[in-house]
């Protein structure tokens, strides 16, 4: 039983699935924010971008991620790729539709005194409509990190061999809750502490 085992080794458990579950989420949620800037910025900035990709993005946007979890272990196998696509599908179309909309809200007196001023189009999208759509972007950016981690331990139940994910079903399913307790409230630390970094690069990047 798990209060036989040498508490080393739960200390080497959750370093191994802290450290794994971390690195998933900081490549896979990077990733998919970059992704979604992208998107957002240009659906937001260039009409032709907006009719060949918005209705996609709207259309995923609807789909829940958790039903198509299977389909992507199918295609992208085991590796770092499944936790990125897992990621990516439950917060990029959310993040892009959220960020299009917010560029549509610019008001257009900005962008008029851009131009008048002698901005290029470049420096309208980058000075003007970049900067001003950033601080909430970042906001729904720290809304999104709920459900990245949400798919990314349920992407870990399926498929890994560490991860707080994987941990935490193997002791479910032996009845082990003393050890499931330590890492769900493991877990909701990690999300805070993720969270909080996310406010401080906001605030310092958008004073």
Known sequence: RVSHVDEDDHVRWIVADATATAQRL???FSVSVA???VLGILMGCFH?????CLWMISALAKIPWSSVVVVIFMAV???MELYEAVI????????AEGLF??????PDEMLWKAKTLGASSTEVVWNVITRMVAPKFFDNVRLQLGPALVSLIVAEILCAYVGFGYRINKFARQTHMDVVFVYVLALVLFGLT????LEQFRDRAFP
């Open 26 to 28: 900081a490549i896979g």
């Open 48 to 52: 032709a971008v907006e009719a060949a």
């Open 35 to 37: 992704l979604a800037f």
């Open 77 to 79: 196998g085991t590796g």
């Open 194 to 197: 993720v969270n909080w970094l």
């Open 88 to 95: 990516a599908i439950a917060v990029v179309p959310t993040l």
């Open 101 to 106: 909309l917010l560029v549509r809200d610019v």
